[in-house]
């Protein structure tokens, strides 16, 4: 089967790295022939013609044919709009090429270039939409845009168009099915195939750290003898830094030997500050950056982690990348309720504390229950399995992209532009 992925991010960018080349590499290893379309900011500025060529060279060793277009930001409507167009014919060009089977399209705007590219080439190849979130509903949550606005009513009216054209879905969550495609299984109600799979990691970059010696990572950190409560990741949008830092202090009061370690890529300078204003001193916190590599590192020297998002209508279709990895590096999460298929993960697995509401209260109880979780000793082996079930980038994320190229393959025809089955 030949397969044209469509991402609108360029390859370099940190999320084609960890959710997307890992994915196309599964698909390759099932036998599955791969074609990549990204968008590159700045093309010109970022990329040499040797760098272009080379990098074609890598992927194809891999087994993935890169093809790329310039990536257009302004004025925002009209260029994504023309770079719809453009990514829509070019896929048809390769469609045509190279015997294209299968449209497979990251998200909505992708998806759109992947069902104008099927109906320019008279239906020939099939649309896989991978839904990564509710992509209308996550710009009015963050109030970018207007509930109701012309612009979110715009964007419901292309979601629709695409329920209606795609062969087959996947999504994030279990929630996520439960509200696009309700009382359904592994189908839609047209029996479309419906999948799935949670954002997944590579687990044997958490497996290669657990040989690493615990207590000398400690000591050159500097923190033998304290709690490390770990948190990776972004500020502020969707990760909510009060609320986090909050509970960080309120750790601190109740058991003074906590320590927060923070690993971002944001500003590091204002979470210090807060931190400070929060009664930590500086011995008490570590705020820094690490590179993707030594993450797995710092991971195995922290006690449990924590990762609060904004628990929103839209944040029902996420899948935090977080937590797989803390999981996988055998530490046990405080996460607050709402977001995602987190709260079943934490409770049916036992491997973590979830906070109902963000108050002091909350937080005090948070923390007692995740002292009382930590006396199992068996809980980071059971935070290992919950992984190695769950968010397994093979055994998982690949056989399911797997399995759903099979259903597609096995599938009668491409559906028509019929009313869709969910909104």
């Known amino acids: 089967m030949q397969t044209l992925y469509l991402c609108y991010f360029g390859v370099r960018e940190p999320l084609v790295q960890t959710q997307v080349l890992p994915y196309l590499r599964q698909l390759v290893a099932g036998g599955i022939d791969v074609s990549l379309l990204t968008f ?19 992927l194809a060793a891999e087994g993935i044919r890169w093809s790329y277009l310039p990536y257009h930001k302004r004025p925002t409507l009209p260029a994504t709009l023309y770079d719809v167009a ?4 070019r896929a048809v060009r390769l ?8 449209l497979h399209a990251r998200s909505h705007v992708p998806a759109l270039m992947g069902a104008l590219a099927k109906r320019l080439s008279g239906g020939r190849a ?8 509710f992509l209308p509903e996550e710009y009015t949550d963050a109030g970018v845009w207007p ?8 964007t419901k009216r292309v979601e629709r168009h695409l329920f209606a054209t795609a062969d087959a879905f996947v999504v994030l969550t279990e929630k996520a099915r439960g509200i696009l495609f309700p009382g359904r299984t592994d189908t839609d109600a047209r029996g479309r ?26 000591r050159e950190l500097g923190v033998e003898g304290r709690r490390v409560v770990v948190y990776v990741g972004s500020f502020g949008g969707w990760y909510m830094t009060d609320e986090m830092t909050e509970f960080l202090a309120q750790a601190r009061r109740q058991d003074s030997t906590a320590y927060a370690l923070i690993l971002t890529q944001s500003p590091t300078g204002p979470i210090a500050e807060r931190l400070q204003r929060l009664g930590f001193r500086e011995q008490d916190f570590y705020v820094g950056r690490a590179a993707p590599a030594d993450v797995p590192r710092y991971l195995r020297a922290a006690d449990a982690a924590i990762s609060f998002i904004k628990p929103c209508y839209s944040k029902q279709a996420s899948s935090p ?7 996988a590096a055998g530490l046990p999460v405080v996460c607050n309720a709402g977001v995602g298929d987190v709260d079943q993960v934490i409770a049916e697995d036992r491997v973590g504390v979830i906070v109902e509401e963000f108050t002091a209260e909350a937080y005090a109880r948070a923390w007692d229950g995740l002292r009382a979780l930590q006396a199992d000793e068996e809980l980071p082996r059971r935070c290992r399995e919950s992984a190695r079930r769950r968010f397994d980038l093979e055994r998982v994320g690949g056989a399911l992209y797997r399995n759903l190229y099979r259903r597609l393959s096995l599938a009668e025809q491409p559906a028509s532009a019929l009313a869709p089955s969910a909104e």
């Open 40 to 58: 590159e900011p700045e093309l010109r500025r970022r990329w040499s013609p040797a760098e272009l060529e080379a990098k074609q060279a890598r």
């Open 86 to 89: 453009a990514g829509a014919l």
């Open 95 to 102: 469609l045509r090429e190279r015997q294209i089977e299968v």
């Open 126 to 133: 099939r649309l896989v939409f991978d839904i990564r979130g």
């Open 147 to 154: 509930e109701g606005g012309y612009l979110y009513r715009g």
């Open 193 to 218: 195939p419906v999948e799935v799979i949670p954002c997944c990691v590579d687990l044997e970059r958490f497996r290669a750290a657990e040989a690493l010696p615990r207590a000398e990572l400690r």
């Open 321 to 327: 990348t977080k937590l797989a990895e803390y999981l």
